[in-house]
Protein backbone atom coordinates (compact mmCIF):
# COMPACT_ATOMS: atom_id res chain seq x y z
CA UNK A 1 0.00 0.00 0.00
CA UNK A 2 1.36 3.56 -0.88
CA UNK A 3 1.44 5.13 2.88
CA UNK A 4 2.20 1.80 4.53
CA UNK A 5 5.51 2.61 6.43
CA UNK A 6 7.88 3.82 8.97
CA UNK A 7 8.81 7.68 8.80
CA UNK A 8 11.43 10.08 10.32
CA UNK A 9 11.00 13.80 10.66
CA UNK A 10 13.18 15.18 7.96
CA UNK A 11 11.95 18.84 7.49
CA UNK A 12 9.14 21.33 8.71
CA UNK A 13 7.98 24.69 8.38
CA UNK A 14 5.73 27.04 10.17
CA UNK A 15 5.99 24.33 13.65
CA UNK A 16 6.06 27.09 16.52
CA UNK A 17 3.72 29.15 15.23
CA UNK A 18 1.18 26.11 14.06
CA UNK A 19 1.36 25.45 17.76
CA UNK A 20 0.60 28.86 18.96
CA UNK A 21 -2.70 29.17 16.94
CA UNK A 22 -4.03 26.15 17.80
CA UNK A 23 -2.76 27.05 21.58
CA UNK A 24 -0.41 23.98 22.07
CA UNK A 25 2.47 25.81 22.14
CA UNK A 26 3.82 24.00 25.01
CA UNK A 27 4.23 20.91 23.20
CA UNK A 28 7.29 22.01 21.17
CA UNK A 29 10.07 19.72 21.08
CA UNK A 30 13.47 19.15 19.42
CA UNK A 31 12.85 15.56 18.86
CA UNK A 32 12.34 13.43 16.36
CA UNK A 33 9.22 12.89 15.71
CA UNK A 34 8.61 8.81 14.19
CA UNK A 35 5.28 8.40 12.08
CA UNK A 36 4.01 5.02 11.10
CA UNK A 37 1.11 4.30 8.86
CA UNK A 38 -0.53 0.93 8.52
CA UNK A 39 -3.09 1.00 5.18
CA UNK A 40 -4.89 -2.06 4.51
CA UNK A 41 -7.30 -0.90 1.43
CA UNK A 42 -9.41 2.09 3.07
CA UNK A 43 -8.71 1.31 6.86
CA UNK A 44 -5.24 3.43 8.29
CA UNK A 45 -3.91 3.01 11.54
CA UNK A 46 -1.82 6.36 11.59
CA UNK A 47 0.74 6.47 14.75
CA UNK A 48 2.87 9.25 15.86
CA UNK A 49 6.03 8.70 18.62
CA UNK A 50 8.17 10.84 20.46
CA UNK A 51 9.54 10.02 23.31
CA UNK A 52 7.35 9.08 26.36
CA UNK A 53 4.28 10.29 24.14
CA UNK A 54 2.57 8.70 21.66
CA UNK A 55 -0.64 9.31 19.65
CA UNK A 56 -2.31 6.90 17.17
CA UNK A 57 -5.62 6.96 15.38
CA UNK A 58 -7.66 4.35 13.24
CA UNK A 59 -9.80 5.10 10.35
CA UNK A 60 -11.45 4.54 7.19
CA UNK A 61 -11.65 5.99 4.20
CA UNK A 62 -15.02 7.36 3.27
CA UNK A 63 -16.46 6.95 6.59
CA UNK A 64 -17.11 9.37 9.12
CA UNK A 65 -14.79 8.02 12.09
CA UNK A 66 -14.39 8.97 15.86
CA UNK A 67 -10.57 10.60 15.67
CA UNK A 68 -8.60 12.05 18.80
CA UNK A 69 -6.61 15.58 18.92
CA UNK A 70 -2.86 15.31 19.94
CA UNK A 71 -4.20 16.29 23.41
CA UNK A 72 -6.74 13.49 23.27
CA UNK A 73 -9.78 15.31 22.65
CA UNK A 74 -12.72 12.75 20.70
CA UNK A 75 -14.40 14.31 17.88
CA UNK A 76 -15.98 12.93 14.45
CA UNK A 77 -14.80 13.84 10.90
CA UNK A 78 -15.44 12.08 7.54
CA UNK A 79 -12.05 11.23 6.03
CA UNK A 80 -11.79 11.41 2.47
CA UNK A 81 -8.98 10.70 -0.26
CA UNK A 82 -8.94 13.17 -3.34
CA UNK A 83 -6.36 11.46 -5.45
CA UNK A 84 -3.90 10.11 -3.18
CA UNK A 85 -4.18 12.66 -0.85
CA UNK A 86 -6.04 11.90 2.41
CA UNK A 87 -8.03 14.88 4.26
CA UNK A 88 -9.07 15.34 7.73
CA UNK A 89 -11.14 18.36 9.29
CA UNK A 90 -9.57 18.43 12.74
CA UNK A 91 -11.70 20.71 15.41
CA UNK A 92 -8.48 23.40 14.96
CA UNK A 93 -7.10 22.32 11.84
CA UNK A 94 -7.29 20.84 8.76
CA UNK A 95 -5.13 17.93 8.05
CA UNK A 96 -3.99 16.80 4.54
CA UNK A 97 -1.29 13.66 4.16
CA UNK A 98 0.52 12.36 0.79
CA UNK A 99 3.05 10.67 -0.70
CA UNK A 100 5.69 12.51 -2.72
CA UNK A 101 8.86 10.42 -4.16
CA UNK A 102 8.76 8.38 -1.35
CA UNK A 103 8.03 10.94 1.50
CA UNK A 104 5.29 11.60 3.72
CA UNK A 105 4.48 14.72 3.27
CA UNK A 106 1.48 16.14 5.88
CA UNK A 107 -0.01 19.67 5.99
CA UNK A 108 -1.94 21.00 8.73
CA UNK A 109 -3.54 24.66 7.28
CA UNK A 110 -5.59 26.59 10.29
CA UNK A 111 -8.75 28.72 8.98
CA UNK A 112 -9.10 32.29 9.31
CA UNK A 113 -6.81 35.64 8.46
CA UNK A 114 -4.16 34.43 11.16
CA UNK A 115 -4.36 31.26 9.39
CA UNK A 116 -0.78 29.24 9.19
CA UNK A 117 0.33 26.32 7.38
CA UNK A 118 1.98 23.89 9.03
CA UNK A 119 4.14 21.50 6.82
CA UNK A 120 6.21 18.27 7.61
CA UNK A 121 8.61 16.24 5.83
CA UNK A 122 9.10 12.33 6.61
CA UNK A 123 11.42 10.35 4.88
CA UNK A 124 11.02 6.48 4.66
CA UNK A 125 13.59 4.70 7.13
Same mark, same amino acid.
Given at each position: #????? !? /? +??????N /???? $?? =??? $????????? %? =?T &??????K???W??? $?? *??T?? *???????? @?? $??? #???? !??????? #? +???K?????????F????? &?? !?? %? #? *? @???P??????? !?? %???R?
Open positions: #MAFTG !K /Y +ELESQD /YEEF $LE =VIG $LLNAKTEHK %V =V &EVLQDGDFTTQT $LP *NWWS *NKFTVGQE @CE $LAT #MTGT !KFKSPVT #M +EGDISIQFPQYHTAEII &ED !KL %V #M *N @CITGEKGVTF !KR %VNKI
